[in-house]
């Protein structure tokens, strides 16, 4: 499996060694002895070290994991097994954390024959900016792969994800009294101030609706006014939302 950066994702496997990974070797070597009348070749017995077989390291590892197998029995009938024969063993949390890390250690030498599985999550940020003029919207944020995960939008190696945005609040008998884009503004005409529209939001791949639901976007609304004979009261606040523009409260001092 690769990650976003293409390099290959390796699981972790903990260090289980409990013997050496070498093995003596008997090796026999002949050494020559001058005598007084010959030379005699002798064999010589000698030993040497050596790294073992992978079949052999597999072999070890199997007795470890019979072994384990053996004690979880063995502690399941309350009783274990030493050279003297049965003994008690304690109860309670002592025996089940035996028990517990005794399972997680085969489980340990059972990966090293059939693999194992890591999982990670990873949090990705997306910004858009919707358009002002309050229709659906649908863009790609990213493409998705099963093997290499999340990709930019338009890569061709994965499915396309879309963000699709339809309006659900109705301002088509409340448009705005002024163009803020334009700059068309008269001082009559007050503080301008934003009333968000609701908007239903949803991610989409390949028809599958992964996620949705409901957002006031500021885009999707209309812009009013408060009006300047408010404003020009000495003992009046006035709260807008710093993200959407919306009018929060008018409060008095």
């Known amino acids: 499996r690769l990650n976003t ?14 013997r050496k990974h070498t093995e003596p070797m008997p090796d026999t070597v002949y050494q020559t002895f001058r005598t007084d009348t010959s030379f005699i070749r002798l064999p010589i017995l000698k030993e040497q070290i050596s790294t073992k077989t992978l079949m052999n390291q597999a072999e070890e590892a199997a007795n470890v994991i019979m072994e384990l197998r053996e004690r979880k029995y063995w502690l399941m009938n ?4 030493i050279e003297e024969g049965l003994i008690p063993l304690p109860d309670g949390p002592a025996l089940e954390l035996m028990f517990k890390e005794m399972t997680k250690l085969e489980y340990d030498y059972v990966s090293l024959f059939v693999g194992r599985t890591i999982s990670e999550t990873q949090v990705f940020e997306f910004s858009y900016i919707p358009g002002n003029d309050g229709r659906r919207e649908s863009t790609d944020l990213f493409t998705f792969s099963n093997f290499s995960g999340v990709l930019p939008a338009g890569n061709s190696n994965g499915d396309p994800v879309k963000l699709v945005i339809s309006p659900v609040s109705d301002f088509s008998g409340q448009p705005d009294n002024v163009s803020i ?20 939001i949803a991610v989409i791949r390949v028809g599958e609706e992964l996620v949705s639901e409901s957002f006031l976007i500021a885009q999707y609304g209309v812009i009013q006014f408060l009006p300047k004979e408010l404003l020009s009261q000495p003992d009046m606040m006035i709260r807008l939302h710093p993200d959407l523009g919306n009018l929060e409260g008018i409060y008095e001092k």
């Not at 884009?181 to 239903?200: C, F, I, N, Q, W």
């Open 181 to 200: 884009e334009t700059g068309e503004m008269d001082s009559k005409h007050g503080l301008a101030y934003r009333v968000p529209g609701m908007a239903s």
């Open 5 to 18: 950066s293409g390099d290959m994702i390796i699981p972790g496997y903990p260090d289980l060694t409990i």
């Open 78 to 81: 309350g009783e274990f097994v």
